[in-house]
């Protein structure tokens, strides 16, 4: 599940990095177009022999964990090993990302609003580096909201590849074998 806000003026932000890797993975196993669906967008399928579901919340950063909440009720739902969050951070410099199997929010709200719909904190997460905010910028808001420069889109760009993979490694082999093979 990528994270960030619909709406086109929320297209290019630091924080739509996630939808921009949900994006990519869509068209990737070319899933077809977003379909609507109860508070998102979902593109759905198969990569190789794995059924795949890539979710856009359309309940704006702050509220992403609530398309989370109705899976808690199905019996074999796991989310430590049937989900991964794909989330913009500023503690990570622009071209790069880290994978981890669980952990707190750190402070973002789109983490906070999905431990906060599934109850728990053991899920997996591909973090994607937008950088710290530049000094002079009190309100972190006005940074993730702001659009990527030019050469920061770049540098996302140029990782699209690499995360894929690293989505692909999860799916196939799991956090652990995709955290040691691409967390550097």
């Not at 309100?139 to 995360?163: C, G, Q, S």
Request: hydrophobic fraction near 40%; charged fraction near 25%.
């Amino acid at each position: 599940m990528g994270l960030g806000n619909p709406g086109p003026e929320y297209e290019n932000t630091r924080h739509n990095a996630g939808f921009r890797l949900a994006d990519q993975l869509a068209g990737r196993w070319q899933l077809g177009p977003f379909r609507r669906i109860d508070r998102a967008r979902e593109a759905r399928g198969s990569w190789k022999q794995f059924p795949v579901a890539v979710l856009k919340p359309h309940t704006y950063m702050n509220r992403s964990g609530a398309i989370l909440a109705p899976l808690r009720s199905l019996p074999d739902f796991d989310p430590s090993r049937h989900l991964l969050i794909l989330v913009d951070d500023v503690a990570l410099p622009v071209g790069r990302f880290r994978l981890r199997g669980a952990g707190s929010a750190g402070g973002h709200n789109g983490l906070k609003s999905v431990e906060g719909a599934l109850q728990r904190q053991d899920y997996a997460r591909l973090r994607i580096g937008v950088g710290p905010a530049p000094a002079g910028i009190d309100d972190l808001a006005d940074y993730v909201l702001d659009e990527f420069t030019p050469e920061e889109r770049e540098a996302i760009n140029d990782l699209l590849d690499p995360m894929s993979d690293a989505v692909e490694c999860w799916l196939e082999h799991g956090i652990e074998k995709a955290m040691s093979q691409f967390n550097r």
